[in-house]
């Protein structure tokens, strides 16, 4: 009886934001979409700066907001037409976003073997990605005030991806400034310097790279010290037993020579405690590649769904500017069970984050 209460009260919470969105951005409204490539950057014209743009069929929408997907691959393989980039954007094109794909630079094939062992290249190729990362934000921004080819609402982009592409989209969000970075035993300060600074050398200067929010699929960021109160609204899925982008901190790959990421465990706590919009969703006894196979995997289904929920309230239909301002001093009080139990998290049930400024999130977390 309580579960049928509880869905009646969460449905009579929804439905008026269902409304305020006339429909969109929830389901899938449309049936088909159409793909165009471009090349993003205006410094750069190869594959590595393409991107998949996936629209609906049908849909006249100008005002769209947009969501750009990295692909993984350790920063040396992947493409675009991964499985997992293909469905995720045509899941959310069918619910009236635009979704783009993207392209990044790449390690050579030759250059792997370096690339493994050396921290200076891994930074380097990290930067790379999140540059082009930035530039593919701006061509969007630009093109917006240039006629806006794709209908998008240049105010509400979100950035987000898969493994390697997680990694960059958070880096892209909360690496804010060079003195940010270390100079020893690297001095990467000078590196990012010398490849065009904090928003990089991939064009379409002039525009700004700002982002909405950040979805991170088995993402990770390496320097916890990079998340502050400014920072934007976080949702990430992870499994527990990732140790390719550690779970919680470790070396990417597993391997002692790859310099540190930080996954979903480290990352949330911290955006609990400055009260960043934050949820995350931990897949228990999974490793790094649920992901990969894309709508073939039920937990890349459930991410999917996970990912609409999150992003929905932060949509300018559903007036995103209140829930911002309500959620900037927030700490974590206590988790309850759905009887209102105080509890530690467990497997397999719905569990309520109640938060000082009243605030309260569902959280589910999948055995």
């Given at each position: 009886m309580k579960k049928i209460i509880l869905?009646?009260?969460?449905?009579?919470?929804?439905?008026?934001?269902?409304?305020?969105?006339?429909?969109?951005?929830?389901?899938?409204?449309?049936?088909?979409?159409?793909?165009?490539?471009?090349?993003?950057?205006?410094?750069?014209?190869?594959?590595?700066?393409?991107?998949?743009?996936?629209?609906?069929?049908?849909?006249?929408?100008?005002?769209r907001p947009l969501i750009i997907y990295m692909h993984g691959g350790s920063f040396y393989a992947g493409d675009k037409a991964d499985t997992d980039c293909v469905d995720f954007c045509e899941s959310f094109a069918k619910r009236g976003y635009v979704c783009v794909s993207l392209n990044y630079r790449l390690v050579p094939i030759t250059q792997i073997i370096n690339f493994l062992s050396s921290s200076s290249e891994q930074y380097e190729a990290v930067l790379e990605a999140t540059m082009d990362a930035k530039a593919?934000?701006?061509?969007?921004?630009?093109?917006?005030?240039?006629?806006?080819?794709?209908?998008?609402?240049?105010?509400t982009i979100f950035i987000g991806g898969y493994s390697a592409g997680g990694v960059s989209a958070i880096h892209l969000a909360y690496l804010d400034s060079i003195s940010d970075l270390p100079t020893s035993p690297v001095n990467v300060q000078n590196m990012i310097t010398n490849m065009g600074g904090i928003e990089g050398d991939a064009g379409n200067d002039g525009y700004s790279s700002q982002v909405s929010g950040v979805i991170s699929f088995a993402g990770g960021i390496h320097d916890l010290n990079w998340i502050d109160a400014t920072d934007e609204p976080i949702v990430s899925v992870q499994g527990d037993l990732d140790d390719v982008v550690n779970f919680n901190c470790g070396p990417g790959l597993n391997n002692p020579a790859v310099l540190d990421l930080c996954g979903l465990n480290e990352i949330h706590p911290i955006a609990d405690n400055l009260g960043l919009i934050n949820d995350n969703l931990i897949y228990t006894n999974t490793g790094h590649t649920w992901a990969a196979g894309g709508n073939a995997n039920s937990d890349f289904l459930q991410a999917v769904e996970f990912v609409k929920d999150f992003l929905y309230p932060l949509l300018p239909c559903n007036n995103s500017t209140s829930i911002t301002s309500e959620n900037t001093s927030r700490k974590l009080l206590k988790i309850v069970d759905i009887l209102g139990r105080e509890t530690d998290v467990h497997t397999n049930q719905?569990?309520?984050?109640?938060?000082?400024?009243?605030?309260?999130?569902?959280?589910?977390?999948?055995?």
């Open positions: 869905f009646n009260l969460l449905l009579i919470v929804s439905t008026p934001l269902f409304s305020q969105c006339n429909g969109r951005y929830d389901s899938e409204i449309f049936s088909s979409v159409t793909k165009t490539t471009v090349n993003y950057s205006d410094q750069f014209s190869d594959n590595e700066h393409k991107a998949d743009i996936y629209i609906a069929d049908g849909d006249t929408e100008t005002n593919a934000v701006r061509f969007f921004r630009k093109d917006a005030a240039n006629g806006n080819t794709f209908g998008i609402d240049e105010s719905t569990l309520f984050y109640i938060y000082s400024n009243g605030h309260v999130e569902k959280k589910i977390i999948l055995q």
